[in-house]
């Protein structure tokens, strides 16, 4: 945030000069303190309000800023949350994890407070929960094809 900068505002001007596109209606949907390093001397948390928003322009990424743009729906997002929760349980090689990355930590334990996607007890989103096997990386692959084309943001 810049100084003096309020939390919606911040929110508006990220989104125009990280991905080009610029946000009407923003309503908080998250308050939350995480306590991990960041960038600021003696930072140990981050302050977090995340909101919805109804976006409009052409996304053109602001490559030191961010890595890639996804929009995903509730099935994707299940999908790249598998392949995290696997890959935190040292079940996908750093190589792999470089070349097809789920969500970032952080973003998996706020999707989930939300309720946007399953708890770790959820089986894998490419198999039935009938089956109950454990996710692996092909099964975390398997559930982001078959779910392409939802509909939901976000920027990495």
Request: contains cysteine.
């Amino acid at each position: 945030m810049d100084p003096g900068e309020d939390y919606p505002d911040a929110a508006v001007r990220e989104l125009h000069e990280e991905v080009g596109l610029d946000a009407t209606g923003l309503r908080m949907v998250l308050r939350t303190r995480r306590d991990n390093r960041c960038r600021r001397p003696g930072g140990d948390h981050h302050e977090w309000q995340v909101y919805g928003a109804t976006s409009s322009g052409t996304p053109v990424l602001e490559p030191d800023e961010v890595r890639s743009l996804l929009w995903a729906g509730p099935g994707t997002l299940h999908a790249l949350a598998a392949a995290t929760r696997h890959y935190l349980a040292g079940g996908i090689s750093e190589d792999d994890w470089r070349r097809s990355p789920g969500l970032e930590p952080v973003w998996l334990d706020m999707l989930t407070e939300l309720g946007w996607i399953e708890p770790p007890e959820a089986t894998c989103p490419g198999r039935t929960a009938l089956a109950g096997e454990p996710v692996t990386a092909e099964c975390c692959r398997e559930g982001i094809r078959r779910v392409e084309g939802d509909d939901v943001g976000a920027a990495s």
